[in-house]
Structures are given as C-alpha cells and as structure tokens.
C-alpha cells in the first residue's frame, strides 16, 4: 500500500462482522471490514449484487448495526452512542442520497431542499441564499419553484443531492445513486458530485455495481465475499480509471450484474 497525504479520517471501520439470521441459518455477509475514509475522499464501494454494500453502507452510516467489530464517524464510537446522539449525528454530519430521490410530492423542489435546514431553526432569507447557490451547482436554478412530478427522474435525483448537501455534512452517502436514471441524468449527477468534491464540498462513500459510476470517484474498494479485495486509485484519467475497473471486473469473474 503506498503511504499518501490524506485529510481527517471521517469514518474508521475496523474488523466488520454482519451475519444476518438466528443460529442454523446464518448468512455471513461481511466476514471482516477494515476501512477508512478521509476527509476530501470520493470513494466507491463496489460489487455484484447480494455482495454487501448495503449492509456495509447502512452500518457505517448508523441505520444498521454491526455483529462485530467497530465503526466511529466523525471521531465517535457509533456502539457508544445514544439514540439522541446518533439522530443529531444523522442530522447534522450526515446526507444520504438513495436510488429513488425520496423527495416529498407536497413540497416544491426549493422547499426540499431547504426542508433540513428549516427543521434545524435556519432562517427562511439565509435557507433561500443557501438553497439557490447549492442549485445552481446542480444545475437546477430554473426549477425550483416546481413540484417533483413536474420534474425529470434526473432533476429530482439532483434535487436529493443538493437536499443531502445543504447542511454541509461531513460525510455524503449515496447507494447506487444513478440506479433509476438513464445514462446522461446518471453522468450529469456524477459529474456535480464530482465536482462538490473537487471543491472540497463534499466527501462521499458511494456504493454501486456499476463500473462507469465507479469511475468517477477517486478511490475504488471491491467488495466480494464478505471482505475488500482490492482497492484501485484514479490517475489523471476517468476514461483509463474505468477500463482499469473493467479489467479488474473481469479478471475477479463477475460482470457486476
Ligand atoms: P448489495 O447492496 O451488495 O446488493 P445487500 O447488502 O443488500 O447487498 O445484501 C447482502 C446480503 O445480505 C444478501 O444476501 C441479502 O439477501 C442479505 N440481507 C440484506 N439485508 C438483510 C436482512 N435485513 N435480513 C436478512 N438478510 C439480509
Ligand atoms: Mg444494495
């Protein structure tokens, strides 16, 4: 492994266990995680389906909790957290994007958006300024005044980063983010977050089995049987990075499916 300059660890996973079921019928699904995430990171987490990047994204990010083993976010111990801690960590050092946008049909796009800054006491003025320069970023200036049905797949799924964004989280967590959209909505929300990161905006863990989505973070982790097999870095290039995942893909045997 080569010695690299890195920011904060953010999160710390050490000798992960998941199994789920009860006794005579278990499922090993993590077999013993080490991994940890820096501050500035864009990594992807990938592997074939049913491989564990769910279970894996949903421990580190406190919904799931580990059979054994430790994870801390943010210098804590997640094991040694309430319930009270653990909901204001979510709140406030955390974003999520999932594959299907999750945004509210009653609500506009703007007041989406806003929606976590107004339940943290965040003035309407200050909510407003911050929502308009987070949509611009995501290309979403003319749109905000409209209802999800009145936007595309792409535009909400976008609408949910910047929702996931607006608190400033320390960590973003997308699971197959692009998993419903068509490939252009799927590259320009990569190509945003690519840049939020770039900016120093945004560290994000994302999980996906697939390999142009990978591509466009900085590290990749291949998840396989219970434990990371391997890990690639980008160079200068995205379009090198994928064939590199690609041919990495094929010589573990699995098409990513
Ligand atoms: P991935 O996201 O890589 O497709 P998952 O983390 O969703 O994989 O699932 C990994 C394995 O764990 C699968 O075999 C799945 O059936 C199993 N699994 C996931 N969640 C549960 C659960 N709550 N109870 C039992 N088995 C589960
Ligand atoms: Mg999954």
Do not use: W
């Amino acid at each position: 492994c080569m010695k690299e300059e890195r920011g904060m660890p953010i999160g710390i996973i050490r000798n992960l266990l998941k199994t789920y079921g009860s006794k005579g019928f278990q499922t090993k699904v993590l077999k013993g995680i080490d991994l940890t995430i820096y501050k500035h990171d864009f990594i992807a987490l990938m592997g074939p389906s049913g491989s564990g990047k769910t279970t894996l994204l949903n421990i580190l990010s406190t919904i799931d909790q580990p059979t054994q083993g430790t994870v801390a976010l943010d210098g804590q111990d997640l094991a040694q957290m309430s319930n009270k801690e653990l909901s204001k960590l979510r709140r406030n050092k955390i974003g999520f994007i999932f594959q299907d946008y999750n945004l509210l049909d009653t609500m506009t796009l703007q007041d989406n958006i806003a929606l976590p800054l107004i339940l943290n006491g965040v003035s309407s003025q200050a909510c407003i300024q911050k929502v308009e320069t987070l949509a611009s970023v995501f290309g979403l200036s003319g749109h905000l005044k409209k209802y999800p049905y009145q936007l595309s797949g792409g535009q909400k799924q976008r609408g949910a980063a910047c929702r996931a964004l607006i608190t400033e989280p320390e960590i973003l967590f997308a699971d197959e983010p692009t998993g419903a959209l068509d490939s252009k909505s799927g590259r320009d929300l990569l190509e945003c977050l690519k840049m939020v990161n770039a900016n120093g905006q945004a560290t994000i863990f994302m999980v996906t089995h697939d390999p142009f989505c990978a591509s466009y973070a900085n590290d990749v982790y291949m998840l396989s049987d219970g434990i990371i097999t391997c890990k690639l870095s980008k160079g200068a290039e995205r379009k090198e990075f994928y064939d590199r995942i690609m041919d990495l893909q094929a010589s573990m045997g699995g098409n990513g499916s």
